[in-house]
């Protein structure tokens, strides 16, 4: 392959080159007859995009006939070539890229004024051709807009989020930030933006609905197409449904297709994260407790109404006195299997509360004496609490 890029569209090389590096780490190449493709895919396969140049974008293009040549590399070594977007069209007239399939490489020579000439030899890996299954013509939704439009809107989301949601209807288009269902509401930011069907150059709502899908992937094809002044073009179904974000010109398309989030797979996320998220531990609030409380709970416990079976072993909860009612309930049982539980509820308990349950529990009677005697009353329990503390 042998190319000569002039005049302003070495800037669109660039820029397209640096939209390519917002999507993954590695630039695909393939020369074709129709024109050059550069494509790229990030890891999670969940976002492409692809440029081609038509054999008319170049001042000179050259390919061999027969079998397609494609190779892969890493995308910052060729967004290092065009790093000064401003220096690059100030002072470069043209770009010469020259594929060399023995040598394994690909060079770069850029032409600047006053002869001045620079030459970045990259390395290439050999690799099978990268293409994305999508129609965009049968899509329900087609929306048509300026670049500028779109960058105003965008403009008012913060760079750190990730995911924007977008909702049409038959006269409106709603942009605003995704927000996860168990995020907390108080300390969430809702930022939503309104866009009428008359500020676009084609609004075709076929179906309502809302997608969800990436903001970086956006920003990236929003960088290209407004240096470029190109229209940006939106196809989209339903959710889960790829959507196609298209820039075409008579010389260059871009496609950027993008997953979107699906209302079951949203859901399941919410109950995945819910199910992980651990139970925060209760406040330590022991020094601040009133101890009245305390020994009302207990006296409720500890004295339930008659019934004719004992009721079920309880379940340990974080409750200061939910272990009372099973030594009163259970009075005939031996010393060591009491110490065997008040063992096993040390282990499992917050040390604090725990240590509230013992200070009540070691004022309780023997058990020989519980069978037989009436069950204590909160007098007794509040006479030795006091005088222990």
Same mark, same amino acid.
């Given at each position: 392959?042998?190319?000569?890029?002039?005049?302003?569209?070495?800037?669109?090389?660039?820029?397209?080159?640096?939209?390519l590096s917002r999507i993954g780490d590695e630039l695909y190449v393939e020369p074709q007859e129709d024109g050059l493709a550069l494509r790229s895919v990030n890891s999670a396969r969940s976002a492409y995009a692809c440029f081609l140049f038509a054999p008319l974008f170049f001042s000179?293009?050259?390919?061999?006939?027969?079998?397609?040549?494609?190779?892969?590399?890493?995308?910052?070594?060729?967004?290092?070539?065009?790093?000064?977007?401003?220096?690059?069209?100030?002072?470069?007239?043209?770009?010469?890229?020259?594929?060399?399939?023995?040598?394994?490489?690909?060079?770069?020579?850029?032409?600047?004024?006053?002869?001045?000439?620079?030459?970045?030899?990259?390395?290439?890996?050999?690799?099978?051709?990268?293409?994305?299954?999508?129609?965009? %013509?049968?899509?329900? *939704?087609?929306?048509?807009?300026?670049?500028?439009?779109?960058? #105003? !809107?965008?403009?008012?989301?913060? &760079? +750190?989020?990730?995911?924007?949601?977008?909702?049409?209807?038959?006269?409106?288009?709603?942009?605003?930030?995704?927000?996860?269902?168990?995020?907390?509401?108080?300390?969430?930011?809702?930022?939503?933006?309104?866009?009428?069907?008359?500020?676009?150059?084609?609004?075709?709502?076929?179906?309502?609905?809302?997608?969800?899908?990436?903001?970086?992937?956006?920003?990236?094809?929003?960088?290209?197409?407004?240096?470029?002044?190109?229209?940006?073009?939106?196809?989209?179904?339903?959710?889960?449904?790829?959507?196609?974000?298209?820039?075409?010109?008579?010389?260059?398309?871009?496609?950027?297709?993008?997953?979107?989030?699906?209302?079951?797979?949203?859901?399941?996320?919410?109950?995945?994260?819910?199910?992980?998220?651990?139970?925060?531990?209760?406040? %330590?609030?022991?020094? *601040?407790?009133?101890?009245?409380?305390?020994?009302?709970?207990? #006296? !409720?416990?500890?004295?339930?109404? &008659? +019934?004719?079976?004992?009721?079920?072993?309880?379940?340990?909860?974080?409750?200061?006195?939910?272990?009372q009612p099973v030594a009163l309930n259970h009075g005939t049982r031996s010393h060591s299997e009491e110490d065997d539980e008040e063992e096993e509820e040390a282990v499992q308990g917050p040390p604090n509360k725990k240590f509230c349950s013992l200070l009540f529990g070691s004022v309780?009677?023997?058990?020989?004496?519980?069978?037989?005697?009436?069950?204590?009353?909160?007098?007794?329990?509040?006479?030795?609490?006091?005088?222990?503390?």
């Amino acid at each position: 392959m042998d190319c000569v890029v002039t005049g302003g569209n070495v800037k669109v090389l660039a820029k397209a080159v640096h939209s390519l590096s917002r999507i993954g780490d590695e630039l695909y190449v393939e020369p074709q007859e129709d024109g050059l493709a550069l494509r790229s895919v990030n890891s999670a396969r969940s976002a492409y995009a692809c440029f081609l140049f038509a054999p008319l974008f170049f001042s000179r293009y050259t390919v061999p006939r027969g079998e397609g040549f494609r190779c892969k590399m890493a995308v910052k070594s060729v967004q290092s070539v065009f790093r000064s977007l401003v220096s690059l069209e100030k002072t470069v007239e043209k770009c010469h890229v020259q594929l060399d399939e023995q040598k394994n490489r690909l060079t770069f020579t850029l032409h600047c004024k006053h002869g001045l000439m620079k030459t970045h030899n990259l390395s290439f890996q050999d690799s099978e051709s990268l293409q994305a299954v999508f129609d965009k %013509d049968t899509c329900a *939704n087609v929306f048509s807009a300026q670049p500028r439009l779109l960058v #105003d !809107t965008v403009v008012h989301f913060p &760079p +750190s989020l990730e995911e924007v949601t977008l909702s049409v209807s038959d006269d409106r288009m709603w942009f605003r930030n995704h927000v996860e269902d168990e995020a907390e509401r108080s300390k969430a930011m809702l930022t939503e933006l309104s866009l009428a069907s008359d500020e676009f150059d084609h609004f075709a709502a076929g179906s309502h609905c809302s997608i969800t899908f990436c903001l970086k992937e956006l920003r990236g094809l929003l960088v290209f197409a407004e240096a470029t002044c190109l229209p940006i073009s939106i196809y989209f179904d339903e959710p889960g449904s790829p959507v196609v974000l298209s820039v075409t010109d008579s010389v260059l398309e871009a496609n950027f297709v993008l997953a979107t989030l699906s209302e079951e797979a949203s859901l399941n996320k919410s109950n995945t994260k819910r199910a992980r998220s651990p139970t925060p531990p209760p406040p %330590d609030d022991f020094m *601040n407790d009133d101890m009245d409380s305390y020994l009302i709970a207990m #006296d !409720t416990s500890i004295a339930p109404g &008659p +019934s004719i079976s004992a009721p079920p072993l309880p379940r340990f909860t974080n409750s200061t006195c939910s272990k009372q009612p099973v030594a009163l309930n259970h009075g005939t049982r031996s010393h060591s299997e009491e110490d065997d539980e008040e063992e096993e509820e040390a282990v499992q308990g917050p040390p604090n509360k725990k240590f509230c349950s013992l200070l009540f529990g070691s004022v309780l009677p023997p058990s020989s004496q519980v069978s037989t005697q009436p069950v204590v009353t909160q007098e007794v329990l509040a006479s030795d609490s006091e005088d222990e503390a």
